[in-house]
C-alpha cells in the first residue's frame, strides 16, 4: 500500500471521532430537554449550559474532522 | 468533477508587500470588508433615528445588543459592563462573516472557514482575558489554576492539567469555529456534486437529481442555525473566559 492509499484510508478512520461526538451531543440535548421538560421555567438558565456543553463536547470531535482533513487534502 | 475544497481557495486581488510579508489584499480581505459594511449599514441605519417606541431595524438592532449585554450580565456579573463593546464586536463579525458565506452568490467566500482569521480572533480574546487577570489580580491571578479544597499533591497534578487546558483555549477556540465552517460548506458542495451526477442519468434525466437537491436545501437551513449557534457560542466562551479573569473563582 502506497503512503497516499494509507493517508486516505487513516482519513476515514480518523472521521469515525465525529460520530462518537456525536453520541456525546446527543446525550447533552436529550438531557437538556430532560430537564426543560421536568422544570420548564430552569429553561433560560439550562440553555447556555446545553450550548457551552455543546460546543466542548464538539471541539472534540472536530479535532478528528481537522485530522481527516489533514490526512486527506494537506500533501 | 469540481474539488469540494476549491472554495476555500485565497486570490490575491491586489499584491502588496511590506517589510518582507506577504500582505497582499485577497478575496478574504475583500469579503471582511464586506462583512464590516453589512454590519456598519446595520447598526447605522438601526439607530439613525432612534425612536421609544422602535422600528423593526431599531428593533433588530436593539435586539442583538440586548442579547449580548444579558449574556454578559449572566456570565460575568456587572464588572462585566465594561467588555460588551469587545464581545459584542466579535459575535456580530463572526455572524456576519459565517452568514455572507452562505449565500451561494458567484465568488462566495467564508472568511471563517480559515484557521488564519478564526485564530486572529481567538488570540484578540485570549490575550484579552491574559492582561485584565493579570491588571486586575496581578500575580494572584495564577490561583486560577489551583483547585479549592484539594491535597498538595493532586493539586500539583489538576493545576498542570488546568494550565494545560487554559493554553489550549485560544487554539480550541479557533479550531471549533474553523473546523465547523469548513465542514459544512463541504458538505453542501459535496451534495450539489451529487445534483449534477444523479441528474445527468442518460435514461431518466433531472428527475433524481430533485433529491440531493432537497436535502441541499434542508442542509442550507442547518448550516444557517449553526452559523448562528456558532457565532453564539464564541460569544459565550469569550464571556465564560472572561469571567476567569476578573472574577477568578
Known amino acids: ?75 | 468533477m469540481a474539488n469540494p475544497m476549491e472554495q476555500f481557495k485565497v486570490e490575491t486581488l491586489q499584491p502588496l508587500h511590506a517589510a518582507g510579508y506577504d500582505v497582499s489584499y485577497t478575496n478574504s480581505s475583500a469579503w471582511m470588508v464586506v462583512a464590516l459594511l453589512a454590519i456598519a449599514i446595520f447598526l447605522f441605519v438601526g439607530t439613525a433615528r432612534p425612536q421609544l417606541v422602535p422600528g423593526r431595524w431599531q428593533a433588530a438592532v436593539e435586539y442583538m445588543y440586548g442579547f449580548v449585554v444579558k449574556m454578559m450580565d449572566e456570565n460575568v456579573g456587572p464588572e462585566g459592563r465594561a467588555y460588551v463593546p469587545l464581545v459584542f464586536s466579535v459575535f456580530i463579525f463572526v455572524l456576519a462573516c459565517n452568514l455572507l458565506g452562505l449565500i451561494p452568490w458567484i465568488g462566495a467566500f467564508t472568511p471563517t472557514s480559515h484557521i488564519s482569521v478564526t485564530l486572529g480572533l481567538a488570540v484578540i480574546v485570549f490575550a484579552t482575558v491574559c492582561v485584565v487577570g493579570l491588571l486586575k489580580h496581578g500575580l494572584h491571578f495564577f490561583s486560577l489554576f489551583w483547585p479549592k479544597g484539594v491535597g498538595p499533591i493532586m493539586g500539583s497534578f489538576v493545576c498542570f492539567i488546568e494550565f494545560l487546558s487554559f493554553l489550549s483555549r485560544p487554539f480550541t477556540l479557533a479550531i471549533r469555529l474553523f473546523a465547523n465552517m469548513t465542514a459544512g460548506h463541504v458538505v453542501l458542495k459535496v451534495f450539489g456534486t451529487f445534483v449534477v451526477a444523479l441528474g445527468s442519468i442518460g435514461a431518466l434525466p433531472y428527475v433524481f437529481g430533485v433529491l440531493p437537491l432537497v436535502a441541499n436545501v434542508a442542509l442550507t437551513a442547518l448550516e444557517v442555525m449553526i452559523a448562528v449557534v456558532q457565532a453564539y457560542v464564541f460569544a459565550l466562551l469569550t464571556s465564560l473566559y472572561l469571567n476567569d479573569a476578573i472574577n477568578l473563582h
Not at chain 1, 13 to 41: C, K, M, S
Request: proline fraction near 1%.
Open chain 1, 1 to 75: 500500500m502506497d503512503v497516499h492509499s494509507a493517508a486516505v484510508i487513516g482519513a476515514g478512520l480518523a472521521a469515525i471521532g465525529a460520530g462518537l461526538a456525536a453520541l456525546g451531543v446527543g446525550t447533552i440535548f436529550g438531557q437538556y430537554l430532560n430537564g426543560v421538560v421536568r422544570n420548564p421555567e430552569a429553561d433560560g438558565k439550562l440553555f447556555g449550559r446545553a450550548i457551552f456543553g455543546f460546543a466542548v463536547t464538539e471541539a472534540l470531535g472536530l479535532m478528528a474532522i481537522v485530522v481527516a482533513f489533514y490526512l486527506a487534502f494537506a500533501k
